[in-house]
């Protein structure tokens, strides 16, 4: 059966000059509603976008283009309904909101973006990544349907990921040149900008989990080394015993592989230069969410073992906010992955926040643009994740493969190739 879908644009007394805007504009609306309902398949996702061309069209009075209250300001709302099982979000006396209707859909579902790590990753790697990033959006959906809370998803989502070896963080975290592993991560919530850092973590099994103790727990924003293992201790978190049950014969090889390269002189830790592939097996890598709940609150997260082959005591992007996290309900979150030392000279994920904030692109634009030239100025090269206020999601890599999922609703979009 052919889909359908029909639009309008408002009735009332309408002058004749404005006739011509209104067809256009309703014409526009089907065109959009049409397109996007053929290629999804979904009427929720057409009626949405439909809606979004009309509320930045000024012939309408929806969005831009809304009419005064007697105090000459703008107060909008919306609705949106499925069908199927009758789920509903409603939304009213809206301020500076540029599409009522997807914060309205938003309260009917609240979605996560999760992603793996960006880099070299070996084809063999894919299936374990394409499973463990859906895994992690399950998990992190089904908490955040649970409790409405983006800040629990991201962490469940990353704790997931923290306990396999499939990633770069937690259990599978990549080597030190002294064959250890020294672990960070950083959660932040978009709410009031309240942030947990840890870095140089030995012998714990997630440390997304110590981070959050962090900014929960303690008048302080980050915490490291010895500190963050005796602060761990006092909060009663396991401290793996005997040492090293974090070490995964990966882990073990990508450093072979890498000191026989350094040997040679072929061998910079983690880096990947533009044009061509990380001289070692394994990858760069990070694990992160973002999760926007039914309330507009964001939250991000991001764990990490480091780069494979760096110093004792060498701390990455993950831990720094603006580098490898990011959030803030006024704009969105943002996660990043990749080549550490490049990502923490562009202060990559603040960059995708402020060209939201500040130029008033899409999520997706502004992680694309943001990853390409950070890559271009730097030569290193990483990818992100962002979810913005109005929670549309961006995700990009300037890296040959970055393992993603995100989930809204019953369906789960993954990926890990351009």
């Avoid at 009758?86 to 006396?93: E, N, P, S």
């Avoid at 937690?170 to 959660?187: K, P």
Wanted: overall charge negative.
């Amino acid at each position: 059966m052919e889909p359908i879908i029909l639009v309008h644009g408002g009735a009332g007394d309408i002058p004749d000059s404005r006739d011509q805007g209104k067809h256009d504009g309703v014409r526009q609306a089907a065109r959009i509603g049409y397109s996007v309902l053929r290629e999804t398949n979904s009427a929720l996702d057409a009626v949405e976008a439909a809606v979004k061309s009309m509320e930045v069209d000024e012939n309408f009075n929806a969005g831009y283009g809304s009419v005064l209250t007697l105090n000459e300001t703008v107060e909008m709302e919306a609705s949106i309904m499925r069908g199927a099982d009758l789920a509903t979000g409603c939304v009213t006396l809206l301020r500076d909101i540029k599409h009522p209707i997807s914060l309205a859909r938003m309260t009917m579902e609240p979605i996560i973006l999760v992603h793996g790590g960006a880099g070299d990753i070996p084809d063999s790697r894919d299936q374990g990544k394409h499973d463990g990033v859906r895994q992690a959006a399950r998990i992190g959906y089904s908490v955040l349907r649970e409790t409405n809370s983006a800040l629990d998803a991201v962490e469940a989502a990353v704790k997931s990921m923290e306990v396999d070896e499939n990633f770069n963080a937690g259990y599978g975290s990549v080597l030190t040149l002294n064959e250890t592993v020294e672990m960070e991560a950083s959660i932040m919530r978009g709410a009031d900008l309240a942030t947990g850092c840890v870095t140089l973590l030995r012998d714990i099994k997630h440390p997304i989990s110590l981070a959050r103790m962090v900014m929960e727990k303690t008048p302080h924003n980050f915490l490291g080394g010895e500190g963050a293992m005796d602060f761990a201790r006092e909060q009663g978190v396991e401290i793996l015993s005997p040492p090293g049950q974090l070490v995964t014969e990966h882990a073990k090889r990508a450093l072979e592989s890498f000191k026989k390269q350094q040997n040679l002189g072929n061998s910079q830790p983690g880096k990947t230069e533009i044009g061509h592939e990380a001289p070692v097996p394994g990858e760069v890598g990070t694990v992160g969410a973002v999760a926007i709940d039914t309330a507009g609150r964001i939250a991000v997260a991001t764990s990490t073992g480091g780069i494979t082959g760096k110093y004792v005591g060498r701390i990455g992007d993950t831990p720094l906010l603006g580098c490898g996290t990011f959030a803030d309900d006024r704009f969105g979150g943002v996660s990043t992955t990749g080549h550490g030392e490049s990502i923490m000279k562009f202060v990559l994920a603040k960059d995708i926040i402020n060209r939201i904030a500040f130029q008033g692109v899409t999520a997706q634009q502004a992680t694309e643009e943001a990853v390409k030239e950070m890559t271009k100025v730097t030569g290193g090269t990483a990818g992100a994740i962002t979810i913005d206020k109005d929670g549309n999601i961006g995700i990009y890599f300037s890296s040959k493969k970055m393992s993603w999922a995100y989930q809204k609703g019953h369906e789960i979009t993954y990926g890990i190739r351009h």
